[in-house]
């Protein structure tokens, strides 16, 4: 058995008081309200159930919670939630990795308003271009998913919903101001008027930042800082001409321009000599999102959902001289998607039989030469979802035909049993499949047209223990990926297995709230080359605790977050090898003054102790910060 690291110590000795403590409080918990816990839940199933039933596991972040955000990012958010890891290639806006589980970006499906969002030739979503104040609500389903949402859902699926019209008319802006030059500005209009919703919104971000590069051995090193600007608008309008049947018209646009530190890459004509001491890049990143969603409600037993959209990611990169701003030279990686999903739920009793037919189209138009640019995933779904006082059950049978690798057949199966009336057991095993990315597969100099898809086989045991006010959850998993395809090599190892577990406690007594988890991951690769095998996957921290705590009282609010970290390793800046990234703590501290009616205001400090971390070899991460917002509405 491997000795434990200090790191490791501290998070146990952390988490068995901190899970003490929300043993304690539930007793003062009898009076809370359980609005939360009726709240109706669409991910972890497909159809909406209220979350005491759901059998995966689930978690949703609230409007409150991004209310409380303030400067924070997408990626910041996600960050506190359990299971989730998030690699960011420095300064407060910047190309970000998710790790799901253990799972990489690509392992991990994103959805905004249904449609499947994110970059083809690297598999991931570009969650640094999302902006929080547009976002309603989100829900993230831990474990694989591919049987309920397709290829790809290998560690899991984040789903965010955008901001909801309301029935009677809501104006509300915000500014805010904060350290490295921080600027925030937000304004929506919503409401509804008989049959017709409407919501309308935008926001504005900029900072100064840092320097995005810290190791002066990285090829792109510079000590200048290192800024952003994010533009985000959004639409949505909903048509009700009677009571079953309702036409959605969501429309989206988020843009982020970025400076990081690079080189122009080997092959790219660089007409004007640039270097890393002349240059300015600039990351611009679009996501644009267009659906319309039709529901239907034909029968008292039979509704449907009828989604068709179109996604774009449009990523390239300006690489200018420091000096004037002269264009030396630009790349681009775009992905241009279309989808549609028809999904016809049919009732019996308490139980729901789920019939999904699902089309999508991805289409690449880059810079870089790919032999192949297009590739088309038609699905069809079957699940049923049986239910009954003591027993829960979700059985799901899948069938993708991929245009470049054929047709793959998943299934899954969930199950929970009541022990009490508030203890209940659930486990799961299903199977999914991932097809490599164009880069996988096309990229000059990197790809490998030889790579097949992967395949795997999770399995997950847990309990979930819910009463009024609280909400305990213990899961253990392990997932077995053959033909892994490993991100530093683009080689495809024999196996890899991602198994960890998850304790988490959300306890409510009164006007406090307390929250807290801890993750134990341990994804592994293995080969059988002896001097490749049993290798841990880079970014990937094997214990990570995270804690909130927050406090009302009257029209005042406090709050406290705090994460510890274990060491993780990521590959060397140069040469070959790997280095081992510094375990690190952070301590976020904020509160919020209803000054009137409907004026608040609000201030959080990050990073209170001023640690100095790195999430990617080479790369900062910003240290202490304050930022002050205030937000009026009507």
Request: glycine fraction near 8%; charge should be positive; aromatic fraction near 8%.
């Amino acid at each position: 058995m491997n000795k434990l690291s200090p790191v490791y110590v501290a998070c146990l000795q952390v988490t068995s008081l901190l899970a003490c403590s929300a043993y304690m409080s539930a007793a003062q918990a009898q009076t809370t309200s359980s609005n939360e816990l009726k709240e109706m839940l669409i991910t972890g199933t497909r159809v909406a159930i209220p979350v005491t039933d759901v059998i995966a596991d689930v978690t949703v972040i609230d409007r409150i919670t991004l209310d409380n955000a303030g400067q924070s990012s997408l990626r910041d958010v996600l960050s506190q939630q359990p299971g989730i890891q998030m690699v960011s290639t420095g300064s407060y806006r910047s190309s970000t990795s998710i790790f799901l589980r253990g799972a990489a970006s690509s392992q991990s499906i994103v959805l905004i308003d249904g449609l499947r969002v994110g970059s083809a030739t690297s598999g991931g979503a570009a969650l640094e271009n999302i902006a929080v104040d547009r976002i309603e609500r989100i829900e993230i389903l831990r474990g694989a998913a591919s049987a309920l949402y397709g290829p790809d859902a290998v560690g899991g699926v984040i789903q965010i919903f955008t901001r909801e019209p309301t029935d009677s008319l809501d104006i509300r802006t915000s500014i805010g101001a904060g350290g490295d030059g921080q600027q925030q500005a937000a304004a929506s209009l919503r409401g509804g008027t008989g049959m017709v919703g409407y919501s309308l919104g935008m926001s504005r971000e900029k900072a100064r930042g840092i320097s995005v590069v810290t190791n002066s051995a990285n090829t792109g090193y510079n000590a200048d800082v290192d800024g952003f600007t994010a533009t985000s608008t959004d639409a949505k309008f909903v048509l009700k001409p009677n009571k079953d049947h309702a036409l959605t018209l969501s429309l989206l646009q988020s843009d982020t321009n970025y400076q990081t530190d690079s080189v122009i890459p080997t092959g790219t004509a660089n007409p004007l000599g640039l270097t890393k001491a002349t240059l300015d890049t600039h990351n611009l990143a679009r996501t644009q999102n267009a659906a319309l969603k039709w529901d239907a409600k034909w029968l008292p037993q039979w509704t449907s959902s009828l989604i068709l959209g179109s996604n774009a990611e449009l990523s390239s990169q300006q690489y200018l001289r420091a000096s004037d701003g002269a264009l030396g030279a630009v790349g681009k990686f775009d992905t241009r998607r279309q989808q549609a999903s028809w999904q016809n739920d049919i009732r019996f009793a308490k139980d729901v039989l789920s019939v999904v037919f699902e089309k999508r189209s991805e289409l690449v138009d880059s810079s870089t030469a790919y032999t192949v640019t297009q590739r088309d995933v038609q699905s069809g779904l079957l699940s049923y979802a049986f239910n009954r006082s003591k027993w829960s059950a979700l059985m799901v049978a899948r069938n993708d035909n991929n245009s470049q690798f054929g047709v793959f057949h998943n299934w899954a199966l969930s199950a929970g049993y009541k022990l009490t009336d508030t203890l209940r057991a659930v486990g799961s095993s299903g199977t999914s499949f991932q097809a490599p990315t164009f880069n996988q597969l096309y990229f000059p100099g990197f790809g490998n047209t030889a790579l097949l898809p992967q395949k795997n086989r999770a399995n997950e045991l847990g309990l979930k223990y819910q009463k009024e006010g609280v909400a305990l959850g213990a899961v253990v998993y392990q997932n077995n990926i053959q033909g892994f395809i490993l991100s530093t090599t683009n080689a495809q190892s024999s196996l890899a297995v991602l198994r960890g577990g998850t304790l988490s406690a959300d306890v409510h007594p009164g006007n406090m709230a307390y929250s807290v988890s801890y993750d134990y991951a341990d994804p592994r690769s293995y080969s059988a080359t002896p001097a490749s095998n049993d290798l841990r996957l880079v970014r990937v921290a094997q214990n990570v605790l995270n804690t909130r705590m927050s406090y009302r009282m009257g029209d005042f609010s406090v709050f406290g977050e705090f994460k510890l970290s274990s060491n993780r390793e990521d590959a060397k800046v140069t040469g070959t090898g790997r280095d081992i990234l510094a375990g690190y703590n952070v301590l976020n501290l904020g509160g919020t003054w209803k000054v009137q009616k409907n004026t608040s205001l609000m201030a959080r400090i990050n990073n209170v102790n001023n640690t100095q971390y790195m999430l990617a070899n080479g790369y900062s991460m910003p240290g202490r910060n304050a930022f002050v917002s205030l937000s009026w509405s009507m």
